[in-house]
T-cell receptor, first 112, second 115 residues
C-alpha cells in the first residue's frame, strides 16, 4: 500500500472548519483513500473513503486532487468531540483481505 | 449496541503467563481482524480471518501469538509466555467483506499490561 504523509498535529477552533491534509504521492490508480479517526481510549472509527471524485457524508467531506497525489479531509463545523487522531490510509479495495496500514496520523485538538 | 465487543477491557499479566483476549464481531460480518497498538503509535495489523479461515497471519510477531475463530464468529487471540514488549492495546475489527469492501468496524480494544 502507498505511503501517506500527514502533519503530526493541528489545532482548530470549535465551530470552524478543520482541514486535514494528506500526501500520497505514490498512490496507484486502483488505490482508494480512506480516513479513520481514533478518539482517546476508543477503537478507530471509519469516516469516509474515495477513489478520485470528491465525497461527502454526514461526518465529513473528502477532497482529492486531480492528480490524486494528495487529499484533504474537511470537518465543516468542528466540535470538541472531534478531538482525535485522524488517519489517512491508501489501499487497494479488493473483495478479500481488507488489511489497513495505519501511520501515526494527525492529532487534531479542537479548542473553545 | 450492535458493535464489536472485546473482553476483557483491561488485562494485567505477570511475565510468562498466558492470556486470552476475546472478540465478538458484528453479527453476520465475514471478515475479522486483529491489530496491536503500542502507546503513541497507529494500530499494526496482526492477522485476518474470512469466516473460520485464517487467511493472513503475517503480522503476528512471534509463535507465541495464536488466533482462532473456530465457528466463523467469535475470535480469540492467545498470547503465550507473555513478555513486557507485548504490552499494548489489542484491537479487533470486523467487516462485511465482499467485492465493494465495507469499512472496518473496530472494538474499543483490550489493554494488556505485562509486569
Amino acid at each position: 500500500d502507498a505511503k501517506t504523509t500527514q502533519p503530526t498535529s493541528m489545532d482548530c477552533a470549535e465551530g470552524r472548519a478543520a482541514n486535514l491534509p494528506c500526501n500520497h504521492s505514490t498512490i496507484s490508480g486502483n488505490e482508494y483513500v480512506y480516513w479513520y479517526r481514533q478518539i482517546h481510549s476508543q477503537g478507530p472509527q471509519y469516516i469516509i473513503h474515495g477513489l478520485k471524485n470528491n465525497e461527502t457524508n454526514e461526518m465529513a467531506s473528502l477532497i482529492i486532487t486531480e492528480d490524486r497525489k494528495s487529499s484533504t479531509l474537511i470537518l465543516p463545523h468542528a466540535t470538541l468531540r472531534d478531538t482525535a487522531v485522524y488517519y489517512c490510509i491508501v489501499r487497494i479495495n479488493t473483495g478479500t483481505a481488507s488489511k489497513l496500514t495505519f501511520g501515526t496520523g494527525t492529532r487534531l485538538q479542537v479548542t473553545l | 449496541g450492535a458493535g464489536v465487543s472485546q473482553s476483557p477491557r483491561y488485562k494485567v499479566a505477570k511475565r510468562g503467563q498466558d492470556v486470552a483476549l476475546r472478540c465478538d464481531p458484528i453479527s453476520g460480518h465475514v471478515s475479522l481482524f486483529w491489530y496491536q497498538q503500542a502507546l503513541g503509535q497507529g494500530p499494526e495489523f496482526l492477522t485476518y480471518f474470512q469466516n473460520e479461515a485464517q487467511l493472513d497471519k503475517s503480522g503476528l510477531p512471534s509463535d507465541r501469538f495464536f488466533a482462532e475463530r473456530p465457528e466463523g464468529s467469535v475470535s480469540t487471540l492467545k498470547i503465550q509466555r507473555t513478555q513486557q514488549e507485548d504490552s499494548a492495546v489489542y484491537l479487533c475489527a470486523s467487516s462485511r467483506g465482499g467485492v465493494r469492501l465495507a469499512p472496518l468496524h473496530f472494538g474499543n480494544g483490550t489493554r494488556l499490561t505485562v509486569t
